[in-house]
């Protein structure tokens, strides 16, 4: 089970790098918020050259690799790209939980449900010393009680005809 989860995982992030997609409005803010460090971020590496990071609010630093020597809007671009992915990526983080979080609760319901249930099941069914035919068997004081009322109906029955009997003879005589 561990290594299926591991599996389905890496799966979603396969598919997360695949696809590039969300309809989380928060991304679009969070991209905004961070593409507004961009005239911040051009005059530094423009001004200053090369730096390994660049510090972007709400994120820290960030590892920006070497754009010396390009083009403003090769600048603009990647730093566009580099936000993108940024925004994206918080999205991809919680969604990630949020899908394993369900994935974990649907394989324990399934392991309880279904494979405990089958070994159960198994258990019971597939022991060949009898355990299914000894808890039907009737125990001796519901058979003694049994025994007890079918002797009762039987009296009851022969009762019955004698008073049946009796009855007709009284009414043949009067």
């Given at each position: ?6 599996n389905w995982v890496t799966e979603i992030v396969q598919m997360e ?158």
């Amino acid at each position: 089970m561990k290594e299926h989860s591991r599996n389905w995982v890496t799966e979603i992030v396969q598919m997360e790098k695949l696809t590039d997609y969300t309809s989380n409005p928060e991304y679009m803010n969070d991209w905004n918020k961070l593409m507004a460090q961009q005239h911040d971020f051009t005059s530094d590496v423009v001004e200053n050259g090369y730096t390994s990071t660049f510090k972007i609010e709400g994120l820290g630093e960030v590892p920006i690799a070497d754009l010396r020597g390009y083009e403003q809007h090769v600048l603009l671009q990647a730093f566009d790209l580099k936000m993108r992915m940024t925004a994206y990526w918080k999205i991809v983080l919680r969604r990630l939980v949020d899908f394993m979080a369900l994935h974990l609760q649907f394989r324990v319901r399934n392991l309880v449900n279904k494979e405990m249930e089958e070994e159960i099941v198994q258990e019971l069914v597939g022991r060949h010393d009898g355990a299914i035919e000894r808890m039907l068997e009737e125990s001796p004081a519901v058979a003694a009680k049994r025994e007890k009322l079918n002797a009762s109906i039987q009296l009851l029955r022969e009762s019955n005809n004698v008073l049946g009997n009796i009855m007709d003879k009284i009414a043949s005589n009067v």
